[in-house]
């Protein structure tokens, strides 16, 4: 008897993992929906195999630019981050000088920090 519980025990996990959907594990929940409904779009034709994730990832990769990088590496920046970037400017023009000096200037209006 004990046996065949463990027998049914171990069906059950197997069909509830399966219900679960494949999604990769390193995406949110958004980026999956919309990948989803990509490939639920591509795959509504009457013949032909199904299109595969990779294959939907692989040609959206495909299509990012230089400027999507640009864009991509701006929003990590933090604003002590352009801070820096903008002192690092002014001191390449106008000689070294100081964080604390250069936070001053910008304070006082002497200086304007360019926002990329």
Same mark, same amino acid.
């Given at each position: 008897? $004990?046996?065949?519980?463990?027998? $049914?025990?171990?069906? $059950?996990?197997?069909?509830?993992?399966?219900? =679960?959907?494949?999604?990769?594990?390193?995406?949110? /929940?958004? #980026? /999956?929906?919309?990948?989803?409904?990509? &490939?639920?779009? /591509?795959?509504?034709?009457? !013949?032909?195999? &199904?299109? =595969?994730?990779?294959?939907?990832?692989?040609? *959206?990769?495909?299509? @990012?630019?230089?400027?999507?990088?640009?864009?991509?590496?701006?929003?990590?920046?933090?604003?002590?981050?352009?801070?820096?970037?903008?002192?690092? $400017?002014?001191?390449?023009?106008? *000689?070294? @000088?100081?964080?604390?000096? !250069? @936070? *001053?200037?910008?304070?006082? *209006?002497?200086?304007? #920090?360019?926002?990329?």
């Amino acid at each position: 008897m $004990e046996e065949q519980k463990t027998v $049914e025990r171990t069906s $059950e996990k197997k069909s509830s993992q399966a219900k =679960r959907k494949n999604v990769l594990k390193k995406l949110d /929940a958004d #980026a /999956a929906k919309l990948l989803q409904a990509l &490939k639920d779009k /591509a795959n509504k034709k009457t !013949f032909g195999r &199904k299109v =595969r994730d990779s294959e939907v990832i692989s040609l *959206g990769l495909s299509l @990012i630019s230089v400027d999507h990088i640009q864009n991509l590496q701006n929003q990590t920046l933090s604003e002590k981050d352009r801070l820096h970037m903008a002192h690092d $400017e002014y001191q390449k023009t106008n *000689g070294k @000088i100081t964080m604390d000096q !250069f @936070i *001053g200037k910008l304070l006082k *209006g002497e200086v304007s #920090a360019n926002r990329n």
